[in-house]
Each structure stands twice: as structure tokens, then as C-alpha cells.
């Protein structure tokens, strides 16, 4: 079992930055590919980001590459996300997430493929 806690969100202004921090306990991330996903209200869960557990591998969906940047810190068994340039459209519930896959390199954007995941943390962006 791996237990996933969020951290970092809150309300920030149009074009500002934060940092969003995932700490996992129970097992060590190795093996792992970490995501992170949001959530809008009235809207499905979307990934946002992702990468393996070596920090090799990782990829962003479209609507926030170039502006979040995925890390891991293996020592500290945690996972960021730096968010810049944040727009109103980035407000959501931003959920980190966990895929035990030691043989794959890529990285999913399925939902279904993650086996853990944390409580989410709120991210509004005002304009």
C-alpha cells in the first residue's frame, strides 16, 4: 500500500506560481509512475502530468506544457509540480496519483491505470 498526501495549493492570481507537493509513505517510489491529475467542478478528472519513478521519463498533456514541470525527489519519496503562468483555467482539485508498473517507460494518462491516489488539494486561480 502506498498512502499519498497533497500539499501546496491555494488561491493565487492570474499569472502567478505554485508549488504542489505529493509525500508517499508506505512503500518507496521506486517502480512507480507518478501523476498528477485535476479535477474543474462539473468536469472529469484530467491528467495533468506524470513521471517515472527514475525521473527519466515525462510527459504533460497540452493545455500545461511549458508552464508545469513535473519532479521527483526519490530520497525524500516525493513528487512536485511546479505551476507558473497559472491561469484561471487551471483552478481545480489537483489529485497526485500513483501506477505501480516496473516494466513500462511511458507514462499513462489513464485514469484507470493509477493505483493510489491522495485526498487532492484545491488550486484557484483568480483573475
Known amino acids: 500500500q502506498v498512502q499519498l498526501v497533497e500539499s501546496g495549493g491555494g488561491l493565487v492570481q492570474t499569472g502567478g506560481s505554485l508549488r504542489l507537493s505529493c509525500a508517499a509513505s508506505g512503500r518507496t517510489l521506486s517502480y512507480y509512475i507518478m501523476g498528477w491529475f485535476r479535477q474543474a467542478p462539473g468536469k472529469e478528472r484530467d491528467f495533468v502530468a506524470g513521471?517515472?519513478?527514475?525521473?527519466?521519463?515525462?510527459y504533460y498533456s497540452a493545455s500545461v506544457k511549458g508552464r508545469f514541470t513535473i519532479s521527483i525527489d526519490n530520497a525524500k519519496n516525493t513528487v512536485y509540480l511546479q505551476m507558473n503562468s497559472l491561469k484561471p483555467e487551471d483552478t481545480a482539485v489537483y489529485y497526485c496519483?500513483?501506477?505501480?508498473?516496473?516494466?513500462?517507460?511511458?507514462?499513462?494518462?489513464?485514469?484507470?491505470?493509477?493505483?493510489?491516489w491522495g485526498q487532492g488539494t484545491q488550486v484557484t486561480v483568480s483573475s
Open positions: 496519483a500513483a501506477d505501480y508498473s516496473p516494466l513500462r517507460r511511458s507514462v499513462s494518462r489513464l485514469n484507470n491505470d493509477y493505483d493510489y
Open positions: 513521471i517515472r519513478w527514475s525521473g527519466d521519463t515525462s
